[in-house]
């Protein structure tokens, strides 16, 4: 009986919260999570050296894999066990799952059933509204991507096999990238990477495909699974999704091939089928993804520049991506068109795109501006390094992407807490706040009389 009084309480407790406040109970949750992974990560057995792991270095652990960042303190593949890894793994994988969605797991963990919260709290995650989707919803995030999961492990298996690895190594590092890629952590379980594979198609090109389609977000994976043949019926949201993401790929790779093509630490060294790989893998990764054949602090900082602006942009929105999210990008720069144009409304593919969608994009835009900035000042008051190093890893932590020009390690402690509240943030804020923001629907009896003020 005082189990399942224990057990009532709970449930009652956690179906308030979700009423009151959903936002408050995702955020809670991730952060619980966190919490568990940074205990499981101090204990001895999860270190190399078999010593407890300070507890900064396990809590931004936590943080980076739960987030799906990919930044590090100490080198994955050498200080952390084969159960460190796996803790690791795990929390990559919990972590690609997304806020919202893993409060509604608790609550189904609670009620045996997903009941309209959980949905609600679905629904503002995924961007769905018909709550009957929210199920079907939920079954195709944890079915959709552990088969592409299974997939890009399949393909690299033989791959690692050829290379003179055991079965055993093959396939763990064959399943450790493929989690890692398809949730856009960026985490490695060897001391060298993926640097030994800079040129070789077979290992890179798998990778590629699982970050885009993991940036893509389930909703637009949904709606084209349902609708592969029919792309004229995908909706909105799923076209502007794809379009600005391969844009962004596109121009990323192209940039960055002709910022680095004869930098001799980079990509010169590279064959020309290799540089061309390179160029694409390095147009990708800093959608969100963070994995790297070459070494960042090598580039030259017009591709750090570069760089920022793919990561502050990011993925998709409902995806293991951060950033502002593509269609945030893609509904400013429809602003800015339908502006220069003359015309009132927003449009694109034949739809018209209501101007609160703007009003929250802007709002998006402007917080992850600003956390941005205070955060830079603050690592630059707390550190002597220059503004570029300082800003990329900045945008590299707060768009949850884990590219890094090699500071990370070398920052002091509170430096590095900075880093993991910009990783907690960038992974939960953003689409809180749009979530709340788009919830917001003020009616007022009483207008002001409209006054246009001089801009620009």
Not at 3 to 10: E, T, V
Not at 107 to 135: D, K, N, P, Y
Not at 383 to 398: H, P
Request: charged residues 10%; hydrophobic residues 50%.
């Amino acid at each position: 009986m005082a189990s399942k009084g224990l057990a009532a309480r709970w449930r009652d407790y956690v179906d308030r919260s979700a009423r009151q406040s959903p936002a408050r109970l995702a955020l809670g949750v991730f952060a619980l999570v966190i919490l568990t992974f940074t205990v499981l990560l101090s204990a001895p057995w999860a270190t190399v050296g078999g010593h407890s792991a300070p507890p900064v270095t396990a809590l931004f652990t936590a943080t980076s894999a739960t987030t799906v960042t990919g930044l590090v303190v100490v080198p994955t593949g050498t200080y952390w066990s084969g159960w460190g890894l796996v803790v690791i793994l795990v929390a990559i994988k919990v972590g690609g799952l997304g806020v919202m969605t893993l409060a509604s797991l608790l609550g189904l963990a609670v009620s045996r059933r997903v009941g309209l919260t959980q949905r609600l709290l679905v629904s503002s995650e995924t961007h769905f509204t018909r709550l009957g989707e929210v199920g079907s919803l939920l079954r195709t995030v944890i079915v959709t991507s552990t088969a592409l999961e299974v997939v890009i492990a399949t393909v690299l298996f033989p791959r690692f096999l050829a290379d003179g690895e055991g079965v055993g190594p093959a396939a763990w590092h064959s399943i450790f990238y493929a989690i890692s890629a398809f949730n856009n952590a960026g985490f490695v379980p060897t001391a060298d990477g993926l640097t030994p594979y800079a040129s070789d198609w077979w290992v890179l090109l798998p990778l590629i495909v699982g970050v885009f389609i993991g940036s893509l977000g389930f909703p637009v994976i949904l709606d084209v699974m349902r609708r592969l043949r029919r792309p004229a019926t995908w909706s909105l949201h799923s076209k502007l999704t794809i379009v600005t993401s391969l844009v962004l790929v596109v121009a990323g790779s192209v940039l960055v091939a002709a910022f680095e093509w004869n930098n001799p630490d980079t990509f010169a060294a590279q064959s020309g089928s290799g540089t061309v790989l390179a160029s694409l893998f390095a147009g990708v990764m800093p959608r969100s993804a963070g994995l790297s054949t070459v070494n960042v602090s090598e580039m030259h900082e017009s591709t750090w520049l570069l760089m920022d602006a793919l990561m502050f942009a990011g993925g998709g929105s409902a995806s293991t991506a951060g950033g502002i999210k593509v269609t945030t990008l893609a509904v400013m720069m429809l602003a800015i068109v339908a502006e220069a144009r003359g015309d009132r409304d927003l449009e694109a593919f034949g739809r018209r795109i209501p101007r609160d969608t703007l009003q929250v994009a802007v709002a998006v835009v402007f917080i992850s501006a600003t956390v941005v900035l205070a955060a830079s000042l603050l690592l630059l008051a707390l550190t002597s390094l220059s503004l570029d190093v300082i800003l990329f890893e900045v945008i590299s932590a707060y768009a949850t992407c884990g590219l890094t020009t090699g500071i990370t390690p070398g920052l002091p402690e509170h430096a590095q807490l900075v880093l993991v509240a910009l990783m907690f943030v960038g992974r939960t804020g953003t689409m809180t706040i749009a979530a709340a923001l788009a919830l917001r629907n003020r009616r007022r009896v009483v207008r002001y009389p409209e006054e246009r003020p001089i801009i620009g």
